[in-house]
């Protein structure tokens, strides 16, 4: 499931050019909201595998206590890379995956998100569409 030194681009057809703040809706938080929090907060500080496991265990109230064994369960199924999220989907995210495969939210503005395309090392690859080309 993880990605060691790749740059999740948005996909094509996202409807915004600059990253956007995911809000919650309704008052809950949303799986775009829950990713978001993770990562900002913690920078290349979580894989993909760890992003996905949390993201799913707070959306689903699961108590910390059990997470050890409900990660297995969650992760014996497989599941889909960052790259279907709604981050780079919807709101215009790029997330760099590090030689560890730790991973971070990467501004389009910052001279951090130069560098990595730039970087001839750094696998480039575009978020899933939205839609059908």
């Known amino acids: 499931m993880n990605y060691f030194d790749t740059l999740i681009e948005v996909a094509d057809d996202c409807p915004t050019k600059k990253a956007q703040v995911p809000l919650a809706r309704g008052g809950k938080k949303t799986k775009a909201v829950v990713e978001y929090e993770i990562l900002i907060n913690q920078p290349y500080s979580h894989t993909e595998e760890d992003v996905a ?20 369960k969650f992760l014996s199924k497989g599941h ?47 978020a899933f569409r939205s839609t059908r080309a």
């Open 53 to 72: 496991f949390e993201t799913y265990a707070v959306l689903h109230d699961i108590p910390k206590d059990i997470w050890p064994k409900e990660r297995k």
């Open 80 to 126: 889909p890379h960052l790259r279907v999220s709604p981050l780079t989907k919807r709101y215009g995210g790029r997330i760099h995956n590090n030689v560890a495969g730790k991973i971070a939210l990467i501004a389009v503005e910052s001279s951090r998100y130069k560098q990595l395309l730039e970087d001839p090392h750094t696998t480039k690859v575009k």
